[in-house]
């Protein structure tokens, strides 16, 4: 028997689905933009694996021209790639990216979902990923994004027909949601989740072909495409003033972490998608051809439908207020209507269009960055009608807050700001601000995420949210508002960030990964900072049973919110090879406190606050080492300098501005960050600089640059050519090709050992043909792949030696693995 949805689970899907709004301002031209949205009952859904994956042009366009209610379903939240603009890797990169879509969607007018998958590094085919991604479990994640945002339309940026043709997790996001298209409208399939959502059966299923797949557009273009549907999605909009391409390309452009800032287009832009399931009938004619999009598509919607499109027709973009009692006329009657899904949305975005045809400023903030369970709060009320329209401020009434209700009814003259402040005292017992799906612990492939609700969502709801209860021309009305932080910075001006609870403490260890050469004790430092005032607790730290560590326990006392205190404690490794996990605790009024707060503060996207556990890994290496100086020149961001300092070496890490002959002979080696050739403009003009400090001596390592953007072809004395060559799997048998090389030898005995327990990947971009002068270190190759041998190549250029490795020593070394070190310092030695 079909379940239906309870009323109270209604408000909750819809509150996430939609989630209280920060405050914004809209123009007349976006009002109306708003209302045409308004008029447009059809959904589409864009699937694929990674963020960046997404078709901004084709996003924009259906969400923009047509006006559809689009949304962009990622699997995952790609934590397993890299980072060009900070170091932060693994969760903090997923978070980034995360807010990353975020911003890119609040251009384009998309949605943006997720599943539990987790980015672990590239497949070559969907097997590999499906040996990380529970299938089953992802797939009931896609088909429930479908029965909550019930697509008419799924667009599949990859072809799942053409397994092995790219990334596998590319594959595998098209082989999901082709399942997940025919298990959705099936009441057998996840009965589990009837109990939130029913059945739905999408219309129609495309798959969006490419140039990338051509590998270029010309190509692409004179490809056979008969039976598809053509978009142009190259329009100009002059509603907002720009043409589709250039709105797609400033939301791609916020893909920064990945250096996909681009230049706007304008012109024609074709793009061609197959229909591959469903409804085929002149689906290559429109993409909503055959589907009812009017309010005509659902039982009561006739009446609301010529209220609307009269709004519409009528509307007055000098006077956007005059809409306002149609508008209302329509709340009323879209309140009533029987289909749950539509009177829901469309009763959220028509609330906010009065809201901005009114001019209404409505907002609750503190000064306060965030505040602990139990804290008293101080925030600011703020209501303004900026209209003619008559509005009462009845109540304003805050979730998950104690004595949040404000009882005003007073009239809301036009222009007369209405601001009050008031206190409210968070419980004891609220939950802390943090990524939903970062709160259990989890695996290399899934997070793990208990509340059903929370699922796909993007991100946590707001903590404290604000309800304005309004009456506007005599009906009432509530708007929705999260709490935000307002301050002031003689720089910026007014900055609005979110408002986060967090814990009373925060601890965390200054080094993330200790490597002990020998068994000499070293102290480290546990960094403790208090959100309240009064902290007093005993920290204290854990380790394996062959590390010692005093003193055992320290009293912590800290007096102010904000303060930083560190503590010192002695480590002592086994005399033998061995590794650990040292976590810090600080027990504080019976509760124990093992999470470090890391701030994630980026122009381009809000700041987050992500708690994780507080824990370094410390391992105890049978390592030598030989040189001690070592340069190294900035690439795209990574921590290897800070795991060569842990080893003893000393490291200076260089811009590759003015980089001299003089000044590189001081330095036993010189290293270029991972993507430096991508990304170092300076580093490209030093090239001649770079092989001369080798011609008389020194030892040059270039880590690896992708071929896309590589700012020269030059980045070695003697030709070789890189490739997309990679090794995927980082169990991958491990072939010693010159095993008396010195790079094997010396100053540490390199043995098949020294390749366990590496993580995510052996290596990427490996070269695939080189000179005679390079000699080949190690061959590995990928489960049923042939060989390859460019993973870690050495050639004698003058007095020197020129080294190129595509190993991933920038996962090997902040993850502590012993044999990259050992590795990676031998190749130093040379």
Same mark, same amino acid.
């Given at each position: ?480 508002? !999260?709490? /935000?932080?307002? $301050? *002031? @910075?003689? &720089?910026?001006?007014?900055?609005? +960030?979110?408002?986060?609870? =967090? ?127 070592? !340069?190294? /020149?900035?690439? $795209? *961001? @990574?921590? &290897?300098?800070?795991?060569?300092? +842990?080893?003893?070496?000393? =490291? ?179």
């Amino acid at each position: 028997m079909t379940k239906y949805f309870p009323v109270f689970l209604l408000f909750l899907i819809f509150a996430n689905l939609t989630s209280a709004q920060m405050q914004s301002e809209n123009s007349s031209s976006e009002i109306y933009k708003k209302i045409e949205k308004l008029n447009f009952l059809g959904n589409v859904l864009y699937v694929a694996a990674h963020p960046d994956d997404e078709n901004t042009d084709l996003i924009s366009y259906l969400s923009n021209k047509n006006n559809a209610n689009v949304a962009y379903l990622s699997l995952n939240r790609g934590d397993g790639g890299q980072n060009l603009i900070g170091t932060e890797i693994n969760e903090l990169l997923g978070v980034i990216r995360t807010e990353e879509l975020l911003s890119a969607r609040k251009i384009d007018g998309g949605k943006q979902f997720f599943t539990r998958a987790i980015d672990f590094g590239y497949s070559k085919n969907p097997k590999e990923t499906f040996k990380f991604w529970d299938k089953e479990t992802v797939l009931g994640d896609v088909v429930w994004i479908f029965r909550k945002f019930r697509p008419d339309v799924v667009i599949n940026r990859f072809n799942h027909r053409t397994e092995g043709d790219t990334h596998g997790h590319h594959t595998a996001s098209a082989i999901l949601s082709v399942e997940a298209y025919d298990l959705a409208g099936d009441k057998n399939a996840f009965p589990e989740q009837l109990d939130y959502y029913q059945p739905w059966q999408p219309d129609r299923m495309y798959f969006n072909d490419s140039w990338f797949f051509y590998g270029s557009k010309e190509k692409y273009l004179e490809a056979d495409h008969e039976g598809f549907l053509e978009i142009n999605a190259g329009r100009f909009l002059p509603i907002l003033g720009k043409s589709n391409t250039e709105i797609a390309a400033l939301s791609r452009s916020e893909h920064k972490s990945q250096g996909f800032g681009m230049a706007t287009k304008r012109g024609e832009d074709l793009h061609f998608i197959e229909p591959i399931k469903g409804s085929l009938t002149d689906a290559e004619k429109e993409i909503f051809k055959g589907i009812d999009t009017s309010w005509n598509r659902i039982e009561g919607g006739k009446a609301v439908g010529e209220i609307l499109y009269k709004v519409q027709e009528d509307f007055d973009f000098t006077q956007p207020e005059k809409s306002i009692p149609q508008l209302l006329k329509a709340y009323n009657l879209i309140r009533n209507l029987q289909d749950p899904y539509w009177k829901e949305l469309k009763t959220q975005e028509v609330k906010e269009i009065i809201a901005a045809a009114a001019g209404l400023y409505l907002e609750v903030s503190t000064k306060n960055e965030y505040a602990t369970p139990g804290q008293e709060l101080k925030v600011e009320i703020e209501a303004v009608n900026r209209s003619n329209i008559e509005v009462d401020l009845k109540d304003v009434k805050f979730s998950s807050a104690e004595g949040g209700d404000y009882q005003y009814n007073i009239a809301l003259k036009k222009d007369q700001n209405f601001i009050e402040q008031s206190k409210l005292r968070i419980p004891t017992n609220a939950e802390y601000s943090n990524p939903y799906w970062l709160n259990q612990p989890h695996g290399l492939g899934m997070y793990t995420v208990e509340d059903q609700e929370l699922l796909g969502l993007p991100n946590t709801p707001a903590p404290i949210v604000a309800k304005f209860q309004l009456n506007i021309n005599g009906i009432d009305l509530d708007v929705d508002r !999260a709490l /935000i932080h307002k $301050s *002031g @910075d003689q &720089i910026k001006g007014e900055i609005k +960030e979110p408002f986060a609870i =967090v814990p009373a403490v925060s601890v965390k260890m200054n080094d993330k990964n200790l490597v002990f050469a020998d068994d000499a004790s070293r102290e480290i430092k546990v960094e403790v900072k208090a959100f309240k005032d009064d902290v007093k607790g005993i920290l204290s730290l854990n380790s394996g049973e062959n590390w010692q560590i005093s003193p055992k326990e320290v009293a912590v006392e800290i007096g102010k919110q904000g303060q930083i205190k560190n503590y010192t404690f002695k480590i002592t490794p086994p005399k033998f090879q061995d590794e650990t996990i040292i976590t810090p605790q600080l027990l504080m009024d019976g509760k124990k406190y093992a999470k470090e707060l890391y701030t994630i503060d980026y122009n381009h996207i809000p700041l987050k606050n992500v708690l994780l556990p507080a824990q370094t890994k410390a391992n105890r290496v049978s390592i030598q080492i030989a040189g001690k100086n070592i !340069a190294y /020149i900035k690439g $795209s *961001g @990574d921590k &290897i300098p800070t795991g060569l300092r +842990e080893i003893n070496y000393h =490291v200076d890490e260089l811009s590759g501005r003015n980089l001299t002959l003089k000044k590189l002979q001081k330095y036993d080696a010189v290293i270029t960050g991972i993507r430096a050739y991508n990304t170092n403009d300076n580093l490209i003009l030093h090239q001649d600089v770079l092989f001369e400090y080798v011609k008389q001596g020194g030892t040059l390592v270039t880590q690896y640059s992708q071929l896309w953007g590589m700012k020269t072809e030059k980045i070695s004395p003697y030709p070789m050519t890189l490739s997309r060559q990679r090794v995927t799997d980082e169990n991958s048998p491990v072939t010693f090709l010159a095993p008396k090389h010195p790079v094997l030898n010396h100053p540490n005995k390199i043995t098949q050992m020294d390749f366990e327990d590496w993580v995510q990947e052996r290596g990427l971009y490996f070269p695939s043909d080189w000179s005679e002068e390079f000699t080949p270190i190690l061959g590995m190759n990928d489960p049923g792949e042939e060989e390859l041998k460019g993973s870690l190549l050495v050639a004698k250029y003058g007095k020197g030696h020129y080294i190129y490795t595509g190993l991933s020593f920038f996962r090997e070394l902040p993850a502590g693995v012993p044999g990259a070190y050992r590795l990676f310092a031998n190749i130093l030695a040379l």
